[in-house]
T-cell receptor
Framework: NAGVTQTPKFQVLKTGQSMTLQCAQD?????MYWYRQDPGMGLRLIYY???????DKGEVPNGYNVSRLNKREFSLRLESAAPSQTSVYFC????????????FGNGTRLTVT | GESVGLHLPTLSVQEGDNSIINCAYS??????FIWYKQESGKGPQFIID?????DKRQGQRVTVLLNKTVKHLSLQIAATQPGDSAVYFC????????????FGKGTLLTVNP
């Protein structure tokens, strides 16, 4: 049972480069989320998708874009990476929004030099 | 309790003892709370949740207590084992959006054999 799968696991970018983080869930969940985790800052919501076809900004959306490709997949794109985007990125999914448990992937560790 | 700044609060216990991890939440309108466990290099793992119409909920070796009067949440782990060593986060749904959980910064639990 895979749950939430994120790729890649590690990535190093130079400032200004772009990349897309991939996320897929096999639990038939309606809602999907992207968080970033920084030391001392906890988990902060970047974007979320309440259901297929919708996306909304979270707490820290600047510098990111997302695409809910279908019910299973939710990607996060960095168009022009900056050192401030060095972080661990987690994708999550839930069945009925923020009043049900979020299930997380194991993260993508991104370094921007 | 939850931390500010870069250093996590830590709790060190002996194997077999009971552990209590505390969390002060911020919003009196929050109506849903979750505890997560995060091991090094992995994504947060759901432990237990509780809604605001309850004061206590029990799982396997874990109990969550909610005190709405003082906006306090605690996680009790019975007979703590070395495998319980991890960072523990509380999260609240603040009610402003059905899809946004606010995470605390975590407490590091170390279990000594």
């Amino acid at each position: 049972n895979a749950g939430v799968t994120q790729t890649p696991k590690f990535q190093v970018l130079k400032t200004g480069q772009s990349m897309t983080l991939q996320c897929a869930q096999d639990m038939n969940h309606n809602s999907m989320y992207w968080y970033r985790q920084d030391p001392g800052m906890g988990l902060r919501l970047i974007y979320y998708s309440a259901s297929e076809g919708t996306t909304d900004k979270g707490e820290v959306p600047n510098g990111y874009n997302v695409s809910r490709l279908n019910k299973r997949e939710f990607s996060l794109r960095l168009e022009s990476a900056a050192p401030s985007q060095t972080s661990v990125y987690f994708c999550a999914s839930s069945n009925t929004g923020g009043r049900s448990p979020l299930h997380f992937g194991n993260g993508t560790r991104l370094t921007v030099t | 309790g939850e931390s500010v700044g870069l250093h996590l609060p830590t709790l060190s216990v002996q194997e077999g003892d009971n552990s209590i991890i505390n969390c002060a939440y911020s919003n009196s309108a929050s109506d849903y709370f979750i505890w997560y466990k995060q091991e090094s290099g992995k994504g947060p793992q759901f432990i237990i949740d509780i809604r605001s119409n309850m004061d206590k909920r029990q799982g396997q070796r874990v109990t969550v207590l909610l005190n709405k009067t003082v906006k306090h949440l605690s996680l009790q782990i019975a007979a703590t084992q070395p495998g319980d060593s991890a960072v523990y986060f509380c999260a609240e749904n603040s009610g402003g959006s059905n899809y946004k959980l606010t995470f605390g910064k975590g407490t590091l639990l170390t279990v000594n054999p």
